[in-house]
């Protein structure tokens, strides 16, 4: 369940919004969310987004380059606030089979 006193974005798919998002962070504008969750701009999209940003390619090109990428899924942490709603669970120790 939410908490309810953080201010939370929620981005269910790739937008025209969650661009307009994603582009705005890219050059520094702030926002007043607690907690943003969505697609990731991986890699690929990451430069889509910043050549968008650049005005290398437009709004209709991002999307057609997008368009059969899928994003993995995030849940950013943005104030002090939101992180200390996470409770730790458990910690298991990874080895590298080398």
Known sequence: M???TLKTKRFPEMS???LD???SCRVGHPHEYDIVEGPMANDTIFNYVQNFVDGK??????WA???FKKPTHQISF???RALATLTFVKGVEVHDEK
Request: aromatic residues 14%.
């Open 57 to 62: 390619i437009s709004r209709e090109a991002f």
């Open 16 to 18: 025209e919004e969650w």
């Open 2 to 4: 939410p908490n309810e």
């Open 21 to 23: 998002f994603i582009a």
């Open 78 to 80: 943005h104030t002090a």
């Open 65 to 67: 380059l997008a368009k």
